[in-house]
């Protein structure tokens, strides 16, 4: 039978299946944590520099539950602590940084454990200082810490004396950490999850199994590659504290604004999602500055996904994305194939790798709402196996179950079955196909069959596309119709009917410019995951579209001036 006291902590599916299972809660552990860091540790910038750490109730909340919840362990033969890996993801300027200080300053000199070993981990050694920095100005200003505390001036490390125990700076882009990544054996604290690399996190998967009550902790606000090491660990946390996943040891507090917000509605509901991501709302993070911050930001779209990663705690799928978000979304319409049959269209065609995903985007010219507006029916297609690999990434089989991606047997694309379909599609709503736009890369071959027929055995299957038509992807080539789509984005000209898919890739495809202003769409760098098919299709098909006046250089191959 689980105690009141058990039952008043449960906040998660997790907790629930914890405590079922026979772990508890024990106030008077939370409590000690929260007394020590309060009677010891104390802020060293800002408006409080010198004072003791008050801490705010998010902050008291968290550490409760962290060092609250205990576990009988046979192997011990005692109580230990739940919790053996923690993930706290808020916006920036809510005192993370302090927090992590603290916590490793109790872990070094307090938690009882003689030789102890902290390891302040962060991607960059300038990343790595600035948080070792708080701990280190703690023990300068806490009596009882400088007593007992030696620190090191060039390397930051902290050893307490008494116990034998250290706080180690490790950091993933020098040759102390490489070298320290190996043997680690003790507590790992990580500052900004959001940019630490996967070998280094895979380097100290097991730091501390040995010792009795290990802390794998992470702390950040959101990033701006969800195809990172930092993005698994926020979607396993989301999934452990739904019951998805059973992992009792692993605890994760995640404040952030409503991931499918608009533009317009965080207008409308700023201090709504300020609050919401912001746990020190009110105190350190005042409603005015923030206001203030989302004003300087709005109408500018890089500036905008940085105030959402920042300040939000979204995840964005880039920091500098090329189309204008308020108008993509301005562009959102509610219509299926039967509104779109016995129109004249234009097909882009873009055939990736085998492994990787196709895109064809129809795209209607829709003059009745206006001049240039234009209408997208996006097709996507991935490989079934490339889907279940990668799901952990991109709910790629969400996408496929919701209809907005096709999943084809196997480990490759079958480009039969995407000819197959598209010819289907285009006869049973009697499209007018005016042309074909496609890179020649690895289409050339299931355009032609599209444009002039093919027999298969005894049927001759005919040609759908009046026309077919390269366009070259080089940024002289791909300029035009880029900077027209852009134009016609930031109007709200753009008429799509809110595919999961291509609302992924609109969010975070960029571009490359050369030095007269061309411009090419490009993925962000780095993010192997992430891909912009479906915009190099709708800038093909922009291109048989003509906006512009493009000019023959020879027949059927488009080159923009």
């Not at 500055?289 to 939000?312: C, T, Y």
């Not at 047997?409 to 049973?428: A, F, H, N």
Request: aromatic content about 10%; some cysteine.
């Amino acid at each position: 039978m689980t105690d009141r006291d058990t039952k008043d902590w449960i906040r998660t599916a997790a907790d629930e299946m914890a405590a079922a299972s026979g772990m508890v809660f024990d106030g008077e552990r939370g409590l000690w944590v929260c007394e020590w860091i309060e009677s010891n540790c104390c802020l060293y910038e800002g408006d409080r520099a010198g004072s003791l750490i008050v801490l705010y109730d998010a902050q008291r909340d968290y550490l409760m539950r962290k060092y609250g919840w205990i576990r009988w362990s046979s192997e011990w033969g005692a109580w230990v602590r739940r919790f053996t890996h923690t993930a706290y993801w808020a916006a920036k300027k809510n005192g993370k940084s302090p927090l992590c200080a603290a916590e490793n300053l109790y872990l070094l000199s307090a938690d009882g454990e003689e030789g102890q070993k902290v390891y302040q981990m962060a991607n960059t050694g300038k990343q790595a200082r600035i948080a070792q920095l708080h701990a280190v100005q703690m023990v300068r200003k806490s009596p009882a810490l400088a007593d007992d505390c030696k620190v090191n001036g060039t390397t930051l490390d902290i050893y307490h004396v008494p116990s034998n125990s250290k706080i180690e700076v490790v950091t993933g882009n020098d040759r102390r950490g490489a070298d320290s990544k190996h043997g680690y054996n003790g507590s790992v604290s990580v500052d900004e999850m959001h940019v630490v690399t996967r070998p280094m996190m895979d380097a100290v998967g097991r730091a501390g199994i040995s010792r009795r009550q290990p802390l794998q902790s992470s702390y950040s606000t959101a990033g701006t590659d969800p195809s990172s090491v930092g993005f698994e660990r926020c979607q396993y946390g989301r999934q452990v504290n739904s019951g998805e996943r059973n992992d009792p040891h692993f605890l994760h507090v995640e404040y952030t604004a409503d991931e499918k917000a608009t533009d317009a509605e965080i207008d409308i509901r700023l201090e709504e999602f300020g609050r919401a991501a912001n746990p020190a709302w009110g105190t350190l993070v005042k409603a005015s500055e923030f206001a203030a911050d989302w004003g300087r930001s709005k109408g500018d779209s890089r500036k905008v996904a940085i105030f959402k990663q920042e300040r939000l705690s979204l995840w964005v799928g880039s920091s500098s994305p090329w189309l204008d978000a308020r108008g993509w979304d301005r562009g959102r319409r509610t219509y299926t194939m039967e509104d779109l049959a016995g129109r004249e269209c234009y097909l882009g065609l873009d055939l990736a790798r085998k492994l990787d995903m196709t895109a064809a985007v129809f795209v209607f010219p829709w003059d009745e709402d206006g001049p240039g507006v234009v209408r997208l029916w996006p097709l996507f297609w991935l490989p079934d196996e490339t889907a279940r690999e990668r799901d952990h990434l991109f709910p790629f089989q969400s996408w496929a179950a919701r209809g907005d991606l096709i999943l084809t047997p196997g480990g490759t694309v079958d480009y039969s079955q995407v000819k197959g379909e598209l010819r289907d599609l285009i006869r049973s709503y009697d499209l007018s196909v005016l042309d074909l736009g496609y890179d020649p890369y690895y289409a050339n071959e299931i355009t032609q069959d599209l444009h002039e027929g093919e027999s298969l055995g005894v049927v001759r299957e005919e040609g759908v596309v009046a026309k077919r038509s390269e366009v070259r992807q080089g940024i002289m080539s791909i300029t035009g119709p880029a900077c027209e789509f852009e134009r016609l984005v930031k109007s709200g000209s753009v008429h799509h009917p809110g595919n999961a898919v291509l609302d992924w890739q609109v969010g975070h495809c960029e571009v490359t410019r050369d030095r007269n202003q061309n411009i090419a769409p490009k993925k962000p760098a780095g993010a192997t995951a992430k891909n912009i098919d479906g915009i190099a299709a709708i800038l093909d098909a922009m291109a048989c579209l003509a906006v512009g006046q493009p000019v023959y250089a020879e027949p059927s191959i488009f080159v923009f001036e």
